[in-house]
């Protein structure tokens, strides 16, 4: 009989950990639900895609779409910054809010000489910056990224007061380097592709509409007598000496 009380109280110990493992099944089961909602969307789709940089041997088809001349992944044909190399602009404008997440608004352009800038918008989150673009850029300059990013150091993690600014000075500084030649093929195909540039056949058809445009040059009659009478000379009859305007 002195057993009772225990055995009734294990019961009831059991029983209460069975329901706690129950609700914290539930909540599992619901907490996948909702996640499997938000990724059936499609910018969370997108969102949840893992950047992938282009393969070694891609990097000098990819980039002479834009204008540059790249030998392999590693060395220019043509450098940039040289006569006639493209030039790639690179802002921070600021941020907005977006399905719960900060998104950081870049302005990039890539300039060509004789031919319409290519220039396009893009949002990225910090965590994508910092893991797909800022760890990329630095493993590839090694221990000469330091020196080069000195002053312009990358943004603290956690979106503290400021993000807008550093984000900003390192994009400068990233594409001085992409203009100077500093930034081999690789890191410049990095740059372009992680922000999203648009494709190379979009350009060319904006920039085929140039050819479209005629300029008509309009013809003016000018009396024979008058023209005759400058040059002293005496018209056939009939005649019409035409002028067009220069």
């Not at 996948?32 to 969370?44: F, I, K, N, V």
């Not at 603290?156 to 990233?174: C, D, H, M, N, V």
């Amino acid at each position: 009989a002195r057993d009772w009380p225990t055995r009734g109280a294990k019961r009831f110990n059991r029983r209460d950990q069975l329901e706690q493992q129950l609700q914290r099944a539930a909540r599992e089961v619901e907490r996948s639900r909702r996640a499997e909602a938000e990724l059936s969307r499609p910018q969370d789709l997108k969102r949840a895609q893992v950047f992938e940089p282009l393969a070694p041997l891609a990097v000098p088809s990819y980039l002479e779409a834009y204008g540059y001349s790249a030998r392999d992944a590693e060395a220019w044909l043509a450098r940039p910054g040289s006569l006639a190399q493209p030039k790639l602009s690179l802002a921070v404008l600021g941020h907005e809010e977006r399905d719960g997440h900060t998104l950081y608004l870049i302005a990039c352009a890539v300039a060509e000489e004789g031919l319409p800038p290519l220039d396009w918008q893009v949002g990225k989150r910090l965590t994508s910056l910092r893991e797909d673009l800022h760890d990329s850029v630095k493993e590839a300059f090694g221990e000469n990224y330091a020196r080069h990013f000195a002053n312009t150091p990358f943004a603290l993690k956690g979106g503290l007061p400021g993000t807008t600014a550093r984000l900003s000075a390192w994009f400068a500084s990233l594409a001085a380097l992409a203009n100077s030649g500093e930034a081999g093929p690789s890191v410049v195909a990095l740059v372009l592709q992680f922000l999203e540039v648009p494709q190379a056949k979009e350009r060319s058809s904006r920039e085929d509409d140039t050819d479209d445009i005629e300029i008509s040059i309009p013809e003016i009659s000018i009396p024979v007598e008058d023209e005759c009478q400058k040059l002293k000379t005496k018209p056939m009859p009939g005649s019409t000496i035409i002028h067009t305007v220069p």
